[in-house]
């Protein structure tokens, strides 16, 4: 590591702070990434700070193994202590150690954006709502919000709108927990919540991580915000990096807010502007200056860059989408076969995703291999959700979500009239669905030879409990040739069989590559990584096609 030769001078200005809060407002392509990972190592190598007094806080899975392998490259030795992950990975990890103080089970299951939605949607047809006025998706951002803000609806709903949406509320966070289930926005409001609550945990992780960094610093939103400052107040040795110009969250409760706060909350910062751009021409750095320029709530800045003026920017018209995208693709074409580029050197960028459908369809006729960032993502696939399923519930038997969806997959003859008696017995008796099923001669109503194939589901269930093999990747086999599950998707699914048997296979090979770093993975440690995956996480760069995704991802 050599400050004076890798870094620039207001780089090196920021490196070199070692204690109080730092704001760093770095542009576009300014090298922030080369900041964070150089300050950690010289707060390890240079004033021998402890890796796990230090906690980097980033937005991708991705991100923060790229910090954590760069870190380890600066230092000159692997360094496992440190902590740097996630907001909700970090927040998962408080919780499952602390749950008890808050009444959570220490085993909760994490509700995905795709369970979430599930549920939502049953709650709304049993609340008989309008699908149409009360759509899951839409209801669950109007959820999320309310969580990001800390926002009390039983207090502040006016509109008949907003008091239906209450009501659903209510409903999703009971069932939530009675099956013992988080999501997302669950794990950062309860963790700041024990904060609030338990002083002596909060001082704990105080004086656990004595210096804090934070990376796009511009995306966080309230709770965010207050998870960060909570931890921060006693020592206020934090670094917050970003640029109030590259928000793009503010849809999902991020404010730019935050930065003008961090300044507010923490008076004595120093800020650092970082304005050198080491990605791009003067050409598109003057472009996106003028068009930045219209933002009103941004700190004065000019990125300047040493690559010279550059090409010019083009603005190409169509009169229709099939036009456009025919033009994309061609222009690939000519870039990949005349001009020595790759396929993974090349990006098309949309707003939203429905318009990606143009593209795909120029591609696949130029016979150009492309990617989808943040279309259908692997771990959403139905069969490797199938899978994963399974496991959640060998893993926790109170997790209801995971059970309504494998308890007749494959097809056992369980279909929704007896599911139905299944939940009222539970609801009434107050006991977990899978107690129920043990008590199934009970409920008069299910036919015997239903009876019969829930309790044969019961046997496998038990069995698969019993029988976990060493390594995780052994296991995950057995529980597929134990339910039979290949046979059921050549029944089911015929014309895609080769393609959804190929992603059995990735999420295999996915396992024992995992298992390569590290061999004693459990199975509670892999649910636990794959429940909080991205998708940019899941993006290989390294695969030669082009690749398409919205603005926000990219």
């Known amino acids: 590591m050599n400050i004076e030769k890798d870094l620039n001078p207001q780089q090196k200005e920021a490196v070199l702070h070692k204690d109080g809060p730092i704001l ?45 392998n760069r870190v380890s490259q600066l230092v000159g030795r692997t360094i496992n202590e440190i902590l740097i992950r996630t907001f909700h990975s970090v927040c998962v990890k408080i919780l499952r150690i602390e749950a008890t103080y808050i009444n959570l089970p220490s085993n909760f299951t994490i509700v995905d954006e795709v369970d979430k939605k599930t549920i939502l949607k049953n709650i709304i047809n049993e609340l008989e709502f309008d699908r149409d006025v009360y759509n899951p998706v839409q209801i669950g951002e109007i959820i999320s919000k309310w969580k990001s803000y800390e926002f009390n609806p039983e207090i502040e709903v006016k509109s008949e709108f907003e008091r239906n949406v209450f009501e659903i509320y209510k409903n999703y966070e009971n069932y939530k927990k009675r099956v013992g289930g988080l ?60 640029d109030e110009d590259q928000s793009i969250y503010s849809w999902r409760g991020a404010t730019v807010e935050n930065i003008f706060k961090f300044q507010h909350d923490f008076p004595e910062t120093k800020i650092v502007k970082l304005e050198q751009n080491y990605r791009s021409t003067q050409t598109i750095l003057n472009v996106a200056s003028i068009l930045i320029s219209h933002n009103i709530k941004r700190s004065d800045k000019k990125l300047w860059c040493t690559k010279g003026k550059g090409e010019p920017v083009k603005i190409y018209k169509f009169d229709s989408s099939h036009n456009e995208a025919e033009f994309v693709a ?24 429905y318009l990606s459908r143009s593209f795909e369809m120029a591609l696949k006729g130029y016979h150009i291999p ?43 003859g369980i279909g929704v009239t007896t599911l139905n008696y299944l939940k009222d017995y539970s609801l009434e008796k107050q006991i977990p669905l899978y107690k129920v099923l043990h008590k199934v001669d009970e409920i008069s109503e299910i036919k015997s030879n239903i ?88 993006w290989d760069s390294e695969q030669n096609n082009v690749s398409l995704m919205t603005l926000h991802n990219a």
């Not at 576009?28 to 010289?42: E, N």
């Not at 061609?330 to 098309?348: D, M, P, R």
């Not at 993502?377 to 199938?386: L, M, P």
């Open 24 to 68: 760093v407002t770095a542009g576009a392509g300014s090298g922030k990434t080369r900041v964070i990972t150089y300050r950690i190592a010289y707060l390890i190598a240079h004033h021998n700070i402890q890796p796990w007094n230090i906690l980097g806080v980033t937005f991708t899975n991705k991100a923060a193994e790229e910090m954590r």
């Open 183 to 242: 999501d997302f926005d669950d794990l950062l409001l309860k963790t700041v919540e024990l904060f609030k609550k338990e002083k002596d945990i909060l001082k704990k992780y105080q004086n656990r991580w004595k210096y804090i960094l934070v990376d796009e610093f511009q995306d966080t939103n309230h709770i965010q915000y207050e998870f960060m400052k909570l931890l921060s107040e006693n020592h206020r040795n934090v670094c917050a990096v970003g």
């Open 330 to 353: 061609s222009e690939i074409l000519n870039l990949v076969h005349t001009e020595n580029y790759q396929y993974k050197n090349i990006a098309v960028f949309y707003r939203t995703n």
């Open 370 to 412: 492309y990617i989808i960032i943040g279309g259908v993502r692997f771990f959403e696939r139905k069969e490797v959700k199938d899978i994963l399923a399974y496991l959640k519930f060998i893993a926790n038997q109170n997790d209801e979500i995971s059970l309504l969806r494998i308890i007749n997959t494959p097809s056992r």
């Open 451 to 538: 009876k019969k194939n829930i309790k044969s589901f019961i046997q496998t269930i038990e069995h698969l409990k019993n029988v976990r093999k060493r390594l995780l990747s052994d296991f995950v086999k057995y529980v597929i040739e134990e339910i039979k599950y290949i046979q059921y998707l050549e029944k089911f699914s015929p014309e895609e069989f080769d393609a959804r048997t190929g992603n059995i296979s990735e999420l295999i090979q996915h396992i024992k590559e995992i298992e390569k770093i590290n061999p004693d993975l459990t199975l509670e440690e892999y649910l636990e990584a794959v429940s909080l995956q991205t998708s940019i996480d899941e």
